[in-house]
């Protein structure tokens, strides 16, 4: 299995080095030196990895938006290069996957390769996904008729372009037509992501017997197209709307219950886009070498929630070890509030640039990550 990747950069030292890292890591890199030529082959040719020097803000942004438009790259894997903290929200908000600072350091960027390679490698062995290009009727809740746009196609599951935000927490209804087909597929899913550019990813879970078969059928008819791979970045999902309707019987509150309303009082809501998550970590109270073993339960530039049932006072200073196959980051922070017997928020305060850098690091493998867990479309 050859992994792709095309390599839009005009820096010959970030482009040397990330060229011999490619071939490291075994992933095949062509190596582009302007915009418009980018733009020609990503038109051409299918890769697994887009990486874009962001130098030029503009011009990769156009580049990115063409490929996110193309039937063969519309949701490549996107590493972007970049020279400060201060880039890092308008680059993930043009779709970037993951980020890699300038210059580039060798141990970092093969670190960031390493772990986007996992990813690749994991999503070429997923259900073949098709790629095709025919516009959608949707609906749900009080909007009857909507457009959009199937990117590709599963036994399990679409990619869709669309141009509003749908419901995290209700069924969508789709109606289509397949390309070289008369008869309409119509059937249900609901979203399992969504991002900030209007891709959305949906796993169907309503499909009458006459769309299952029309969609097996045409997918064994184009079998022969390179499958493409899907990683499916949510950018920001928002939680399911709380039901103005009649409420359930009511059960025992528990943890969980308890972890939820938590953290979604003011005082612990930020300006930074936060990321669900379960991650292992070692917790140390400043000036004390004794770990606590925590789990993290969700992230943002700014802060985290360490789910512990003996949480430390407020404004503790605290150091958090977080180890995932590929990365090891550790930080400081400032313990903001306290929950007895479910755990605390913490700011970051990171000491150097290379921890808030190793934060950003974590967040764009977890934006990578999320969506490519079992079960997802």
Not at 246 to 275: C, M, Q, W
């Amino acid at each position: 299995m050859v992994l792709k990747s095309l390599l839009v950069c005009a820096d010959d030292n970030a482009a040397e080095i990330l060229r011999s890292i490619l071939e490291e890591l075994d992933i095949e890199g062509e190596c582009c030196c302007d915009f418009v030529s980018a733009a020609a082959k990503l038109s051409e040719a299918r890769v697994d990895a887009i990486i874009v020097d962001c130098d030029d803000y503009k011009s990769a942004t156009e580049v990115l938006k063409k490929a996110r438009l193309s039937p063969l790259n519309g949701t490549s894997l996107v590493i972007a290069l970049v020279h400060s903290h201060d880039d890092v929200r308008r680059v993930f908000a043009m779709g970037a996957n993951f980020i890699l600072y300038k210059p580039i350091s060798v141990e970092r960027a093969r670190s960031s390769l390493r772990a986007a390679r996992g990813l690749m490698r994991r999503e070429r062995r997923r259900h073949p996904r098709i790629p095709v290009h025919t516009a959608a009727g949707i609906a749900y809740s009080n909007v009857e008729s909507a457009g959009a746009t199937l990117i590709d196609l599963s036994e399990e599951g679409t990619a869709i372009q669309s141009q509003c935000k749908l419901p995290a927490s209700e069924k969508v209804y789709f109606q289509f037509t397949l390309p070289g087909h008369s008869s309409v597929v119509r059937l249900a899913g609901e979203v399992v992501w969504q991002d900030s550019s209007g891709r959305v990813g949906v796993r169907f879970v309503d499909v009458p017997q006459t769309s299952r078969k029309l969609l097996k059928e045409w997918l064994r008819q184009n079998a022969f197209r390179e499958a493409k791979p899907v990683p499916r970045v949510p950018a920001r999902i928002e939680p399911p709307a709380v039901s103005k309707g009649s409420d359930p019987v009511s059960k025992p509150a528990d943890a969980d219950d308890g972890l939820a309303r938590f953290r979604a009082t003011p005082g612990n809501r930020r300006g930074e886009s936060r990321h669900a998550c379960q991650l292992g970590a070692e917790v140390y109270q400043l000036g004390i070498p004794v770990p606590h073993r925590c789990s993290l339960s969700d992230i943002s530039e700014g802060g985290c929630y360490v789910e512990t049932s003996s949480p430390f006072p407020p404004e503790t200073g605290v150091e958090i070890l977080v180890r995932t196959r590929d990365l090891k980051i550790r930080t400081r922070g400032i313990v903001q509030s306290v929950h007895p017997g479910f755990g605390m928020g913490v700011r970051f305060k990171p000491k150097t640039a290379e921890e808030r850098d190793d934060v950003q690091q974590l967040i764009s493998l977890l934006h990578a990550q999320q969506a490519l867990e079992p079960g997802l479309p």
